[in-house]
């Protein structure tokens, strides 16, 4: 691969690399409740995460990202699944690396102004609003263990603006 990066072929898809992080503690997930005022998913539930900034692993994200979030440092995150976002514009998608992994025993959550802070019951995620594909999504990665393999899914939108999820398994 070349490092001129006028010679990449503008006419290929390509895409935007983002990261979401669930962190667990026992029966709970880390949970963010978007703040009002984001352009973003305001007032909804998500994960932890964001953009992969110039000259940063996914990994590396994750984890500055979870820093720069909840002021945790956790020892070990893993893989759990690749997301393509096909966005409708036919030049640009989004990639999203998701993780999991535990959240250190010591250490105090710290609020940012992206949102709320919340540890919430993995029996109780359904009375959640949530950003629409995590009720789905959420259950299947906090499913991968450690090491194990990660999914792999397709998300796409119809004419009337409706999510589908499609979710493949590794052979």
């Known amino acids: 691969m070349t490092n001129n990066p006028q010679k990449f072929n503008k006419t290929r898809y ?8 669930f962190l667990t503690r026992g029966d709970e997930v880390l949970l963010m409740k978007r703040a009002d005022d984001r352009p973003v998913f305001p007032g909804l539930y998500n994960g932890l995460g964001g953009h992969v900034e110039r000259s940063e692993s996914v990994l590396a994200a994750a984890y500055r990202e979870i820093e ?11 893989l759990c699944a690749n997301v393509t976002i096909d966005t409708g514009d036919p030049a640009v ?22 949102g ?22 959420l259950p299947k990665v906090l499913a991968v263990p450690p090491g194990g393999a990660p999914l792999w899914a397709l998300y796409t939108y119809n004419a009337a603006g409706e999510l589908h999820m499609h979710f493949e398994e590794a052979e």
């Open 14 to 21: 390509q895409v935007i690399p983002r990261v979401l992080v």
């Open 116 to 137: 709320t802070l919340q540890w919430v019951k993995v029996a109780e995620l359904g009375d959640l609003q949530m950003v629409e594909d995590i009720p789905t999504l």
């Open 68 to 78: 720069e979030e909840s002021g945790l440092h956790p020892q070990r995150l893993w």
């Open 93 to 114: 998608g989004i990639h999203m690396s998701v993780f999991c992994g535990p959240a250190p025993q010591d250490g105090a959550l710290r609020q940012s102004s992206e």
